[in-house]
């Protein structure tokens, strides 16, 4: 199992720019699905989550989705500020068989930078 994070990029304050994670490999469902995000010298923190069945938040400038059908999740970011810039990580709980535990899994992280 494997989770693509992509959409990333260099964009000026007040931009946006909407990233993007792929869950691929083999599995049965997926739970939760998270953003988080990591700027230099600071800790990994929560950004937004994705729970099943409740496929749109809102979060401030952020809304995150999901796309059940494809196995992806979104995060639409506008009206960007520099305190943005860092790594997004997308993260997701799946189920790889049917009677098993559920795994949790991180994507790769793309990075976002917002300058003034």
């Known amino acids: 199992v494997q989770l693509q994070a992509s959409g990333g990029g260099l964009v000026q304050a007040g931009g946006s720019l909407r990233l993007s994670c792929a869950a691929s490999?083999?599995?049965?469902?997926?739970?939760?699905m998270k953003w988080y995000r990591e700027a230099p010298g600071k800790e990994r923190e929560l950004v937004a989550t994705?729970?099943?069945g409740a496929p749109v938040s809102y979060t401030g400038r952020f809304t995150v989705s999901r796309d059940d059908a494809k196995n992806m999740l979104f995060l639409q970011m506008n009206d960007l500020k520099p305190e943005d810039s860092a790594v997004y990580y997308c993260?997701?709980?799946?189920?790889?068989?049917?009677?098993?535990?559920?795994?949790?899994?991180w994507g790769q992280g793309t990075l976002v930078t917002v300058s003034s």
């Open positions: 490999g083999r599995f049965v469902s997926i739970g939760v």
């Open positions: 993260n997701a709980d799946i189920r790889r068989h049917w009677g098993r535990d559920v795994d949790n899994f």
């Open positions: 994705a729970n099943k």
